[in-house]
């Protein structure tokens, strides 16, 4: 544990921000930057209906734990654009990034 947060969370954590990080590199980019925040919309809104508004960052982190294997299938069944298998893992780990800010106990 680091300062009372369980390593598991830390580490998902980690992860999330950097995959942020590297999506908001991306979508500098004028031609990928539509097709990543469709990526991202498709992705949040089926996160929001797998862990729903109330939640606490150990939920949001064992929801990430088979993550990529639900948002394959979201993507392949919703893929609002084309090429979303290249930079799925990036706009998985934006969306919980993002998604984790409103847990309960969410600290900077």
Known sequence: MIAGVPENVEVARQ?????????QT???EPASRDR???????????L???IGQTF???EAAEAYRDAEHWATETMAERAPVRGWPR???IVLDAAFCLYARAAV???P
């Not at 992860?15 to 999506?23: I, N, T, V």
């Open 36 to 46: 990543l925040y469709l990526e991202l919309e498709a992705i949040s809104d089926e």
């Open 48 to 50: 929001r209906r797998r």
């Open 56 to 58: 606490t960052m150990t």
């Open 87 to 89: 930079d799925l893992v």
């Open 15 to 23: 992860q999330w921000r950097e995959g942020y990080r590297r999506f």
């Open 26 to 28: 991306l979508a500098d």
């Open 105 to 107: 106990d969410y600290r």
